[in-house]
């Protein structure tokens, strides 16, 4: 099993970033795929998720509005195009699956994942 984080960067206020995280290793369509961050000295929140069964899509309020996860499941890949980011979206992002019930849960809490990817660090300066 992997789950690949990818496009994270440095951006002004303000500014875009796409996170891509491709999964391999599992059953895509029986899985949410979400995305988590973790600012320094910060606990790990759960950001949005998106359940690859029916493609419904969750949002944490800190990122309704700003924040878009999609999923391509020809390529197995999920992706969150962040808008309008803000110093405090600073955070490592990680990406995770949890089969597909838990996907609304999954902004709520980490226990429903099954997988988890490596971060990729998005900075954000003011």
Do not use: H
């Not at 509005?65 to 490592?92: C, H, W």
Request: some cysteine.
């Amino acid at each position: 099993v992997q789950l690949q984080a990818s496009g994270g960067g440095l951006v002004q206020a303000g500014g875009s970033l796409r996170l891509s995280c491709a999964a391999s290793g599992f059953t895509f369509d029986d899985y949410a795929i979400g995305w988590f961050r973790q600012a320094p000295g910060k606990d790990r929140e759960g950001v949005s998720s998106i359940a690859n069964s029916d493609g419904n899509t969750y949002y944490a309020d800190s990122v309704k509005g700003r924040f878009t996860i999609s999923s391509d499941n020809a390529k197995n890949t999920v992706y969150l195009q962040m808008n309008d980011l803000k110093p405090e979206d600073t955070a490592a992002y990680y990406c995770a699956a949890a089969r597909n019930a838990w996907g609304s849960l999954m902004i709520l809490t980490s226990d429903v994942v099954d997988y988890w990817g490596q971060g990729t660090q998005v900075t954000v300066s003011s």
